[in-house]
């Protein structure tokens, strides 16, 4: 691994790379912030996909991807005269430092009796702490961005909710509200109201999101695999059907569950 001093001389070369680059390239010099986001978000769900693979060699490269951006972001703003790269590592290094009360002396240095205090601690009054920062979000929810995916959305929501104790004692609690919220979309369904069909699923998803995650799961990366699986096997599917000239609107469900099974038995 290479030293601090290393570690500096890159991010060094990288500033350099992209003062050259905003200033010497047409394609460069025209992004904004507003050009630049869809990319940012791509280069994101790349990062995710590859932690999601543990593939090390491929998230090593899209954490530089991702790194790129987030200089493009300060220079841009720099440009604009509102602030550049080290006023928002400052910013982050403050933000630490203040959150993490049990680790740092309020100068920063490292208190002596650091890393006594539990996890669970930590995470029982974690926005709560966060809630007494200065320019901080005036409500708890408030720095969830609307656009977020719903799962990750529904993750961060439950998570600020923990920080603030609001949460079951025991995890097993939880599945008492997955029937109840299962009870209530059959219920919705039987009265074929799809207001409350949207309503009740809504909550049945939001109950399991929560049960994966007083679990330890991601409900995340658990429905990638899902999703990774069931592509495998529809692929299967089609292989033995549709490639062959054979319409699957010829076929008898029965007919594609045990294709559909073959396929489950091979691995798939």
């Known amino acids: 691994m290479h030293s601090k001093e290393q570690k500096i001389q890159e991010f060094s070369r990288l500033l ?13 010099a025209a992004q904004t912030y507003e050009t630049l986001r869809p990319l940012t978000e791509q280069e994101v769900y790349e990062l995710s996909d590859a932690v999601l693979k543990a593939d090390s060699k491929a998230t090593c490269k899209e954490l530089g991807d991702l790194f790129y951006h987030l200089v493009f972001y ?3 703003a720099q440009e604009r005269g509102e602030f550049d790269v080290a006023d928002s590592i400052h910013s982050i290094c403050e933000k630490m430092i203040f959150r993490h009360a049990h680790v740092f002396a309020p100068d920063g240095s490292v208190l002596e009796n650091a890393g006594e ?18 320019d901080g979000n005036r409500h708890v929810m408030d720095g969830i961005p609307e656009a977020m995916p719903a799962v990750l959305k529904a993750i961060s929501l439950q998570e600020k909710a923990r920080g603030c104790g609001f ?3 025991e995890k097993e609690q939880v599945w008492d509200k997955v029937h109840e919220e299962l009870g209530e979309v059959e219920e919705a369904c039987a009265q074929n109201d799809p207001d409350h069909m949207l309503e009740e699923f809504g909550d049945l998803l939001f109950a399991t999101i929560n049960a994966a995650r007083l679990y330890g799961i991601d409900p995340e990366a658990a429905l990638h695999s899902t999703c990774r699986k ?15 000239g054979i319409r699957l609107t010829d076929l008898t469900l029965a007919q594609m569950d045990e294709i559909w099974d073959e396929g489950k038995a091979k691995g798939l």
């Open 16 to 28: 350099d790379i992209m003062d050259a680059l905003r200033e010497k390239c047409p394609w460069n």
């Open 74 to 76: 300060a220079r841009i």
């Open 117 to 134: 205090t539990t996890a669970k601690q930590i995470a029982d009054t974690w926005e709560l702490v966060k809630a007494k920062e200065k």
């Open 167 to 169: 949460d079951w004692e």
């Open 230 to 244: 069931f592509r495998r096997r529809f692929t299967y599917l089609e292989d033995n059907t549709l490639k062959k």
